[in-house]
């Protein structure tokens, strides 16, 4: 970025106006739309230019670069997805001229991020965020640039997604007995939930929302484990011959028993789910299938896995999760999906070549990022050593609400987050380019509202966007600073709960 302090800007009072054929053309009303989600006024259909658009070739498809003078501003896009990039650059570049009215200043600006994929990860099924809380993370994700929300949409504690062919998912996987109080996570506080899902048109309505932000929506359905609630409402679908059998709901956090059996009954039941997922998520290129925290208790137990183990020639129960792993990934394949798992899809073997794997279990030695690097998968970062926006962030404030529950108060401030280099020493040119992105996950035992989810999710998010943007080499923590207390405003301006620098909340 290259700013000229002290001469004219681009005077924004009038918003930007648009020469009609650009309005008219592809790749002008692209902008247009960019622009007016970034929040920039314009004024399409004029007969004075003040932006022009070009696409451009560059190998890396998210490259943009700007040129703002007095009288005009110029886009060069490598494709239509920077085009967001471009219109929040824009947006954050706004100030005040002289007389203290709203321009940009003359500047030339070349940029692209280093990952293609920058995520955070929503889990409405521990506690639900509305469709109006979704979208106000939506716009705070688009603000950093990140392109991908994660949306956890089924576990052990709730299903939140509406299956048409299997409506019991709902009625009776939405809600349950109770749930962990946030002063002690282990007594329940008693009360049912009421039932909470996301129907079909609001999941359009959502996804819709993030493609006009320029962000895509990975949907994730938990198998084999992490699946109370499915089995719940249709106990068929479990280990039904071992002892005590009786799946609900479940009312406690933590890794629960109940898994998918490995019957053809299951996977019809899985593929008329993952064919209605697909349809409602049609720009995803992939889908998350779990794969983390699958006990294997009942299939050890269960004559039927038994035997059914003894006729696949497989020794132990580890294979029986690598068989449901390769089975959907066979499975989105007919869908054109690629699947993502969490990491410990590769420990019982082989997994299908373009399989993404997504490493969290920072603990694991040898590390599975290296592991499924070296297999050559790609690999989406999000090590619970730095990416666990449920975890704390240092000194909290006096509220027993914006505290973490159990274990999970590893101090993890966005100075933490900012000192994590994703392309670790000693990896290969090749194993380089199957680093693919990182993400920050937003688990919700300890997140029962809006509010919280604001306050453990910003400022962090800025220093995760950095992270998937910038080389390490070329980050100091103590610029940065200045530039994250200069998004205050916007922070304020937006309503957001941001974490402040003491730890208080910044709404009451």
Known sequence: MQVAIGQPGFAMEQGIKVHYTISRSEIGRAAIRALMAAGLAVQPEENVSEL?????????????SIQVTPQCITLKVAAPQALHLAAQTLAQSVGADSDGKSALPSMVVTDAPLLPYRGLMLDPCRHPQTVEE?????RIMARYKLNHLHWHLADDQGWR????????????????AETPTLANHEVGDGTPTQPFYFTQDEVRDVVSYAHSLGITVIPEIEVPGHSSAAIAAYPELGNHDVPGYAPQVATTWGVLPYT??????TMRFLNDVFAEVCALFPRAKFVHIGGDEAPRDQWQKSPFVRSFMQENGMRHAGQVQHWFTHRMA???AGH??????WDEIIDDGAVPGDAVVMYWRSWVRPSSLLRALRSGHDVIQSPDSHFYFNFSQGKLPADPAYRPHGSLTAEQDWRHVYSYNPVPAGLTPEQKKHLIGLQAN?????????RKLEYQTVPRICALAEVAWRPAELRRADEFLQRIRAQYPWFEQQKINYRREDGTPALP
């Open 161 to 176: 997604i509406e299956i048409k062919k299997y409506p019991r998912l709902t009625e009776v996987g939405s809600h349950r």
């Open 330 to 332: 066979e499975l989105l």
């Open 336 to 341: 054109g999906r690629r699947i993502v798992g």
């Open 134 to 138: 979704t979208k106000k993370m939506l």
């Open 260 to 265: 998918y059996a490995p019957k053809e009954v």
């Open 52 to 64: 022009t658009v070009e696409q451009v070739e560059h190998e890396n498809k998210e490259w943009y």
């Open 442 to 450: 937003c688990w919700s035992e300890s997140i029962a509202d809006g």
